[in-house]
């Protein structure tokens, strides 16, 4: 049976965003003709967490409502390098807890971090949203794996916009940054469009 997580950010014991992500895994029951019992404020009431600081507080569930939990300090990670990836039959609908599809493209990888193209359009990193600057606004692919919490969060607060972002016009941007449930939108973590090691030369050098 697939599993499926959560991972929420918790911040001095307050948690962050717990109602959209109690949605998407209602969502997640229903989509498979399933109802969901298990709620994640009473789980994370349980753990008696009181500790101050950053948290990730990560739930592994099935469609019969099995679930464990972790919580444990998180760091921001940063890159020195990201690298185009083309996976035109990737499908992450949904937040499975198997992710043996993404450690393996980024295995093959010569950077950091990988950003995956699927039909030409750029989608997401392995663990993230997107955001990209132009003209000092930000924009998110409208075309993306996940649509994560944050990236809804975000579009809903109209801090940021969609726009299609491909192979073709990822260099008209000159920055761009990570988002996800515990790492939001935030200038001080932004990377030069020039972070990645293999941007298309020309217009015809598109082949990856």
Known sequence: MSRFIESIKVEDQKLF??????????????????????????????LEHDEDGLFKFRIEYDLDNNCKTQIFPYAFMEFESFELVVNNDLDYQFKYADRTVFQNLKSKSLA??????????????????????????????????LNGVMRQHLLAKKKIKEADISLDNIKEFSHFQLINALNDFDDMFIYPIEKIINLPKEETDLEF
């Open 112 to 145: 950091d971090e990988i950003i995956i193209i699927r039909e030409n359009q750029v989608t997401d990193t392995s663990f993230s949203n997107l955001l990209f600057l132009k003209d000092k606004k930000w924009y998110t692919p409208k075309n993306y794996l």
């Open 17 to 46: 965003l717990a109602e959209m992500h109690q949605k998407r895994m209602n969502d997640t029951f229903s989509y498979f003709g399933k109802a969901c019992t298990i709620d994640i404020r009473s789980l994370y009431l349980s």
